[in-house]
Structure formats: structure tokens, C-alpha cells
């Protein structure tokens, strides 16, 4: 299939922070790799190789990361982050054939794309619960009528993956600064544009959002016990141990679940499902942790118990610590928005022992610092706050 692939990764994901603080959100890591990489591998299952990167926000992450993998990835670079049809613009010199674009901070799955392939001047749809954080998709008998791009009040529940599929006349001369214009501009002038449902797309508008994208990526991961296994452990569903990772006495691991490399999982530990757990991560004895995102270098109190977290980097949390999910509202950019999860930590958190979290956000290398214990719910506290 003679396709080129544009990915759009040169984004900041603002409404992400505090995790895109030091990274772009394409270099999250869900399921234990970057979102970005899960697309690409998206893009190979469906014979797609030729394959730009649009960079912009730390580019030399992306950079870095992009020479690592499996394929030859061309990139361009978008020095102002000033929309999606303005970062297509930029690659605009590298395209000579029908051009497949994509979020490089979405996940597609190889079904929804092969769809999208079939017809020439498509693009990928699907129903959110919160149509307002997207384009809102205008769809009659499978053709689009039009997008209204993040309306306030959204009159409908289809909205777009950000995945179009077009052929190469169509873009010169059409792109400003977001693509939803670009498609409406290309309606208007008479070009029906086919709507195709997809099978499986995820999104993080907000950090919470990650954990259902964690959750749905961990049903791709494959069996693997790299690392040591007690025998008294149990271990049942698919679970992917990494390389001189130790999984203690009496521990019991629930798939799916993904542990990285060099982690020590203490004796009687429970991982739940719906976990993913870095690299260099210690938990410590009689701990539970369930449906959770654990980043790199993490060190998990002993008697603690976890549900509905995203830990970022090098974050310590204290013994007899509480994680339990909750909803509320929490300020996102001068904006109140309803929010659900346990904890979201930036990276280089310490929080004491005796802590209870319920729908928080701590910021970037945060002191939590409770001697006599203390309760956080819906607290949005900034970078590198010291709280007693």
C-alpha cells in the first residue's frame, strides 16, 4: 500500500500537566511505552512505512526516542505551535502521494485505520461522552456535513478522531491553522468527505484520561516472565514481567498487567488489573495497587492501598498512604472542570506516610508532608508546593 503516514506530535498537551511539564504528551508512556510508539505500531500492522513526525514542543525527546525504533521515520519541525493544519504545512514538501494523517497523542487501533484506508477523502469519527473537547462531526448517510471545532454547547455526540485520509491535490493551497477548517473549506468548495466509524480510539484530554487509555492498551500486551518469579506468587490473566524484575513470596498479580525492568514487588503485594508499573519501581510489603499508571524510579509504601492513580516519575509515597477514586471539580487552565480519579502526580513527588488522596493533582516535585496524617479531595496543588 503506497500511503504516507503525517503524524502531528509537535503539541505541548497543556491540559495534561503536570505530566507534559518535561515531556511532550506524545512521550506519555501508557502501558509501558509512549502513546506515540503505540501509534506508529498502529501504522506498521497496516503496511504503512513511510512515516513523517511533525516535532515542535520538546523536540529533541521525540527525536531521540523516533531513531530507537524499528522503521525510518522522516521529521519535520513546527517552530510555533499555532494549529494542526499549520504543523500539516510543514511537511507539505515531503508528501507525494495520498496522505494519511494522525494525532501523535492518540491511540487508533490497526482495524479503525485499514477502515479509513478504504476510502480516499475520509476521516475517522466516533460518539464521546463529552463532545465539547473535540471537533464535533455533522454526519449525514456517511458523508460530513461539517465540524465545529471545541463548540460550548455540542448539539451532537459524534465528534473526530483528528484521522483523515486525502488524497494529495486536495492540500495545497487549503491549510491555515487548525484542520477542521481545512475540511470545511473543502466541503463547501464540493469535496464529499466520507465518515468511518472507528473501532477503538482513545484520547487524554486530561490527565485521568490516561488511565482509561492504560487500561484499554494493557489488553494488547503479550505473556512474558523475563524477570524472577517466586513460586508461592500467584499469577493469573496476561502479565508481562521485565528483565531482573523480582516478584516476592505470596504476591498475587492479576493481568493485565505490565511491570518493567529491575522492579522489586514486595512480599504480599496485590496488583490488580489494569496496572502498568515502570522500570526501577520498588513496592514495598502488604501494599494494593489497581487500574493505575506507575511511571519510572517509583518507590510504593508498604501497607498502602492504590486504585485510580497516574504516578509520575521518581515519586516516593509513603507507607499506610489511601489512593481511592473520586469525582469533583478541579481547576484545568482558569477553567472548572469535572474531574474523576484517585491521584495524578507530576514527577519527583514526596508524599509522606498517612496520606489519603481522593481526585487530586500534585504538581511537579510537591512535598506532601503530613506527620499526623491528612485528607486531600479535589485539590489541584501546583508545582513544586510544600504542603504540612
Not at 103 to 113: C, E, K, Q, R, T
Not at 118 to 146: A, C, R, W, Y
Not at 323 to 336: H, P, S
Request: glycine content about 8%; aromatic content about 4%; proline content about 5%.
Amino acid at each position: 500500500m503506497s500511503v504516507q503516514a503525517v503524524i502531528l506530535a509537535a503539541g505541548e498537551g497543556t491540559r495534561i500537566r503536570p505530566l507534559t511539564q518535561n515531556r511532550p504528551k506524545a512521550l506519555i508512556p501508557v502501558a509501558n511505552r509512549p502513546i506515540l510508539e503505540h501509534l506508529i505500531e498502529s501504522l506498521l500492522s497496516c503496511g504503512v512505512r513511510d512515516i513523517i513526525v511533525v516535532v515542535g514542543y520538546r523536540k529533541e525527546q521525540v527525536m531521540r526516542h523516533l531513531i530507537h525504533l524499528p522503521v525510518e521515520v522522516r521529521i519535520v519541525e513546527q517552530q510555533h505551535q499555532i494549529g494542526t493544519g499549520h504543523a500539516l504545512n510543514c511537511a507539505l514538501d515531503l508528501i507525494t502521494g495520498d496522505l494519511l494523517v494522525l494525532p501523535g497523542d492518540n491511540y487508533i487501533d490497526p482495524a479503525s485505520l485499514k477502515e479509513v484506508l478504504k476510502i480516499k477523502n475520509s476521516m475517522l469519527i466516533t460518539t464521546h461522552q463529552h463532545p465539547s473537547n473535540f471537533g464535533v462531526v455533522d454526519v449525514e448517510d456517511g458523508v460530513v456535513l461539517g465540524i465545529v471545532e471545541k463548540p460550548v454547547h455540542a448539539k451532537r455526540m459524534t465528534v473526530s478522531c483528528g484521522v483523515y485520509y486525502l488524497e494529495q491535490d486536495l492540500l495545497s493551497g487549503m491549510i491555515d491553522n487548525q484542520l477542521s477548517d481545512a475540511i470545511n473549506e473543502l466541503i463547501v468548495r464540493g469535496t464529499s468527505i466520507s465518515a468511518v466509524y472507528a473501532h477503538e480510539w482513545q484520547d487524554a484530554i486530561y490527565p485521568w484520561d490516561l488511565i482509561c487509555m492504560n487500561e484499554r492498551l494493557l489488553r494488547n500486551i503479550s505473556p512474558s516472565y523475563a524477570g524472577t518469579v517466586s513460586a508461592s506468587a500467584i499469577i493469573e490473566g496476561t502479565v508481562s514481567i521485565g528483565k531482573g524484575s523480582v516478584i516476592s513470596p505470596y504476591c498475587t498479580i492479576k493481568g493485565p498487567v505490565i511491570i518493567g525492568e529491575d522492579c522489586v514487588i514486595g512480599p504480599h503485594v496485590v496488583i490488580s488489573p489494569g496496572t502498568s508499573i515502570g522500570s526501577r519501581v520498588i513496592i514495598e510489603p502488604f501494599t494494593m495497587i489497581g487500574n493505575s499508571l506507575v511511571m519510572d524510579d517509583c518507590n510504593i509504601g508498604s501497607h498502602s492501598k492504590i486504585a485510580s492513580a497516574v504516578l509520575g516519575e521518581a515519586c516516593t509515597i509513603g507507607e499506610h498512604t489511601v489512593i481511592t477514586a473520586g469525582t469533583g471539580f478541579l481547576e484545568i487552565k482558569k477553567e472548572a472542570v469535572h474531574s474523576s480519579c484517585g491521584v495524578i502526580m507530576g514527577n519527583g513527588v514526596f508524599s509522606s506516610p498517612l496520606v489519603i488522596y481522593e481526585n487530586c493533582v500534585i504538581g511537579n516535585d510537591c512535598h506532601i508532608d503530613a506527620r499526623n496524617g491528612i485528607r486531600l479531595r479535589s485539590k489541584f496543588i501546583p508545582d513544586h508546593t510544600w504542603v504540612m
